[in-house]
């Protein structure tokens, strides 16, 4: 689909809520640039930057990183994206970044995964990743064709280091604590739009359908 406007929209949902997956799927379906603070931060370590290697021990830890520190970098990226329409992923967590967001940019729409807890603990723990592209693999109900192996490039999976039971606790508490009165904020906005569902292939249907829906209304708005 074409957009004639630039778009701003941000997906959220606990940790395993599926987020990557249909964050992937909706750039594919509308065009929109996919930016996933976890992501960017997993290259850090990665490529083992200043940056990386100072966050590393709270990320493993299931902590969030500070709030600065991920809105300048989060910020630092969106100026590189002035002409495009993007979708942010995992930034904002907490209220002080929605509100560095909202200095810069008004978001369109934040797609809300609701995904009941059991399925997100389990899930979580039997998660593999390709940590280049972010694809992510579920030995229970999505496994890649070769075990071990990224389906697209071949590249060798791994387990995320804060996929363990009792980091995955700590990630959801944080999600409670911090990141849900970010929900109440784009409520109140009149922006959020939330989807239920224990599976994200019956979820992405209806996220699909919204977006091109809301996009076919702010195109013709502009037309
Ligand atoms: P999932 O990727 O399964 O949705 P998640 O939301 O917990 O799980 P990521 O978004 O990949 O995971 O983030 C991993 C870690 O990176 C977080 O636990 C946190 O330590 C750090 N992090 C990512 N985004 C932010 C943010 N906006 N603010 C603070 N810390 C962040
Ligand atoms: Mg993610």
Redesign the pocket.
Known sequence: MLLHRLYRAVIM?????G??TISGRISKSLGLQHI????I??ANIDAQTELGLL?KA??DE??????QI?SRL?LGELTLLQHSSWLL??????LS?AESLEESYSVDTVINLQVPFHIIRQR?TS?WTHLPSGR?YNVDFNPPKVPGRDDVTGEPLIQRD?DTPETVMR?LK??QTQTEPVLEYYRSKGVLETFRGTETNKIWPHVEAFLHKKFAVVNKGVA
């Open positions: 949902g606990p940790p395993g809520s987020k990557g996933s603070s976890g992501d931060l997993r966050m709270s990320i299931g902590q969030l990183v500070p709030d991920i989060i992923d995992g930034f904002p967590r907490t970044q979580l998660r992510v804060d990630r944080a999600y």
